[in-house]
């Protein structure tokens, strides 16, 4: 729980008072985390490390399996399971050639809850279920929300447009009522949200916790190049583009020069496989190399929001006792 000093006016003395701000929703009770915060599961970026910590945080941490191969994502479960006995997820990203392995070295490795992105994931829930795992795709539609429900998902995470990499077309503002009215199930918040004010909000529209990429991307456990996290921190608002609709998957990153000629090139005369290979090894080069030429920077819209560098389990804290103060506050308009 977030323990906070604060100073309280008794009289003439200044004392030091614990308050504690506690956040439960029943998806805390589900998943057995104290706050409801998970951090996304970002391809090429969320590993073990951050997984751990986020997680040490009294938040889910989650590790992108992104591309990579099994032997990667085993490592990285056994680096965060050194670093933390708190429960963490993976993220299974559905259009990977190596999902069928990932699927099967979760159950094999009983991970507390697995969250999927990029497709659907109707052929490997049985068998998550069964291995015990609390299982959490990710829905950019209320229709795919309803169809996950039918077969038996413990939650869904409501993903709006305003995030970064690859993304659907609703916002949030309107795709988490929308997901809350079509399913029964606990529903997470994603997209634009990256303070207590986001969190809060998600409360109001029928969300029952939340999920942020972009504001860990400045976490200090996060191990990305200095000089992507430097773009996050220097980010204003506009600063993101979509680019990928000409080949079906619209993803959303920093404006760059590389997003700038995707972009052109899009719209110019070359073939699919030109324009895919164009982009093949840019997210290594933003994430490893901080290439500012040639990288794509995946990052959601709130990178406008993200100011400074601090320590992950801070994160969670500091936005949970925003978000408490906020909730509190809010009667005031009720007359
Ligand atoms: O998956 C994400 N975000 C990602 S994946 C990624 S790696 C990548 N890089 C380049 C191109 C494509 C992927 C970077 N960012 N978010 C979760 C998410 N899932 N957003 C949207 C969806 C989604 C889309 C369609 C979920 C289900 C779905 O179902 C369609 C179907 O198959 O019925």
Same mark, same amino acid.
């Given at each position: 729980m977030a323990i906070n000093f604060q100073a309280v006016f008794c009289g003439v003395r200044c004392v030091k008072a614990l308050v504690i701000v506690m956040i439960k929703t029943p998806l805390c009770e589900m998943l057995g985390i104290e706050y409801p915060i998970f951090q996304g599961g970002m391809a090429h970026i969320s590993d073990g490390r951050l997984a751990a910590a986020v997680s040490n945080g009294g938040g889910l941490g989650i590790i992108a399996a992104g591309n990579a191969p099994k032997e990667y994502v085993c490592e990285q479960i056994n680096i965060a399971r050194s670093l933390t006995d708190k429960p963490f997820g993976v993220n299974i990203m559905l259009m990977s050639p190596h999902a069928d392995d990932i699927a099967k070295l979760v159950a094999d490795m009983r991970v507390s809850v697995v969250t999927t992105g990029a497709g659907n994931p109707a052929k490997y829930i049985a068998s998550w279920k069964e291995a %015990?795992?609390? /299982?959490?795709?990710? /829905?950019?539609?209320?229709?795919?929300?309803k169809l996950m429900e039918r077969l038996g998902v413990c939650a869904v995470i409501s993903e709006g447009g305003e995030s970064g990499g690859h993304i659907g077309d609703m916002?949030?503002? /309107?795709?988490?009522?929308?997901?809350? #009215?079509?399913?029964?199930?606990?529903?997470?918040?994603? %997209?634009?949200?990256? #303070? %207590?004010? %986001?969190?809060?909000?998600?409360?109001?529209?029928g969300a029952c916790g939340v999920q942020m990429g972009t504001r860990f991307l400045s976490a200090d456990e996060c191990n990305i190049h200095p000089?992507?996290?430097e773009k996050i921190l220097k980010a204003s608002d506009r600063c993101t583009i979509i680019t990928g609709k000409r080949l079906g998957h619209p993803v959303r990153s920093l404006r760059t020069p590389f997003s700038r000629n995707y972009e052109k090139m899009e719209y110019s005369g070359i073939t699919d496989d030109e324009l895919e290979a164009f982009a093949v090894g840019s997210l290594r080069k933003a994430v490893v190399e901080g290439d500012p030429e040639n990288g794509c920077f995946l990052a959601g819209q709130t990178a406008a929001m993200v100011t400074k560098y601090q320590p992950a389990g801070e994160i969670v804290r500091e936005v949970t006792e925003e978000a408490a103060a906020i909730l509190k506050g809010a009667s005031k308009w009720v007359k």
């Open positions: %015990g795992i609390h /299982v959490i795709p990710v /829905v950019a539609a209320a229709s795919m929300a916002n949030s503002m /309107v795709l988490i009522p929308m997901i809350c #009215d079509a399913v029964k199930l606990p529903v997470i918040a994603a %997209g634009g949200i990256a #303070d %207590g004010r %986001g969190l809060a909000a998600a409360f109001m529209l000089a992507y996290k």
